[in-house]
């Protein structure tokens, strides 16, 4: 084909269940194709896709199988909304695999609940009336009422005010710690990667050219990661800049709380001198 393209290369990837990984590198490197693939809404042209180590493309029944185990919420999931009410939202996906009646309903329930929406306040309201980051819960729920083991989200603060998105990630937060879901999170901002990740998948051109835990790739890899364009978290860069013009202060700092310890740290020992 003359126009084709090769959107992966020789993409080898193993998650376990329990991990959250986050996804990293720039728009066009590949992250939104592989996330499909992993839920089996595009079929590789080579290899495979092995979930518990079944290939999910060897016949239907095997794929429909998939699609209740890996939830995927793509970017802007609201734009996709189009059911008169939040309960009849968060219903259709259940519905289409045949759950009804008084199950359905306890579906709805806990979904709403794990996303910190009361059920009773929501249940009747149209999704149009939300606010974005309430939209952006809504799509959630709609994704754990088919009761996924793993949650895939591209972008799910993407366009968010920072208290919408403050509670987005607290809600992906509880959903790994609180209900035990594999997460698997692609996102361009870096602090966020840094604080939730506990790996980190780096692409580029469609490959996977890192995968490590956040504090070695951002540590070790500061050179590798400008040559391609992206950059560190805010406040690993700072500390990053300080230790370069000579100050003492410890390397791979990813959070505020660990920056305020080496700052507080540095401000004792020159007030010793």
């Known amino acids: 084909m003359p126009f084709e393209t090769e959107a992966l290369k020789n993409i080898n990837l193993e998650i376990d269940k329990g991990e959250f990984v986050g996804i990293i590198g720039h728009t066009g490197c590949g992250k939104t194709t592989l996330l499909q693939l992993l839920n089996g809404l595009l079929k590789?042209?080579?290899?495979?896709?092995?979930?518990?180590?079944?290939?999910?493309?060897q016949d239907k029944r095997k794929l429909r199988e998939v699609r209740k185990k890996i939830g995927l919420s793509f970017q802007y999931p609201e734009a996709q909304f189009f059911e008169e009410t939040i309960s009849k939202e968060i219903a259709f996906g259940p519905n289409n695999m045949g759950v009804t009646g008084k199950e359905l309903d306890e579906?709805?329930?806990?979904?709403?609940?794990?996303?910190?929406?009361?059920?009773?306040?929501?249940?009747?309201?149209?999704?149009?009336?939300?606010?974005?980051?309430?939209?952006?819960?809504?799509?959630?729920?709609?994704?754990?009422?088919?009761?996924?083991?793993?949650?895939?989200?591209?972008?799910?603060?993407?366009?968010?005010?920072?208290?919408?998105?403050?509670?987005?990630?607290?809600?992906?937060?509880?959903?790994?710690?609180?209900?035990?879901?594999?997460?698997?999170?692609?996102?361009?901002?870096m602090?966020?990667?840094?604080?939730?990740?506990?790996?980190?998948?780096?692409?580029?051109?469609?490959?996977?050219?890192?995968?490590?835990?956040?504090r070695n790739i951002f540590q070790y890899s500061i050179e590798k990661l400008e040559n391609i364009g992206l950059s560190l978290p805010p406040?690993?860069?700072?500390?990053?800049?300080?230790?370069?013009?000579?100050?003492?202060i410890s390397?791979?700092?990813?959070?505020?709380?660990?920056?305020?310890?080496?700052?507080?740290?540095l401000a004792r020992s020159i007030k010793r001198k």
């Open 44 to 57: 590789p042209t080579k290899g495979q896709i092995l979930i518990d180590n079944i290939d999910i493309h």
């Open 107 to 189: 579906r709805i329930q806990k979904s709403l609940k794990m996303v910190d929406m009361d059920y009773h306040c929501y249940k009747d309201r149209s999704p149009f009336t939300l606010s974005g980051g309430e939209m952006r819960r809504l799509a959630i729920a709609s994704i754990l009422a088919i009761e996924p083991e793993v949650v895939v989200l591209d972008e799910p603060t993407a366009s968010l005010d920072p208290q919408s998105c403050s509670k987005i990630l607290s809600v992906i937060v509880n959903l790994h710690q609180k209900y035990s879901k594999t997460i698997i999170m692609v996102s361009h901002n």
């Open 191 to 214: 602090e966020i990667m840094a604080e939730l990740a506990k790996r980190i998948i780096v692409m580029e051109k469609g490959k996977v050219i890192m995968d490590d835990t956040p």
């Open 235 to 248: 406040v690993t860069y700072t500390m990053y800049k300080l230790k370069k013009i000579g100050k003492p």
């Open 251 to 265: 390397s791979g700092i990813l959070t505020v709380e660990e920056a305020k310890d080496e700052i507080l740290k």
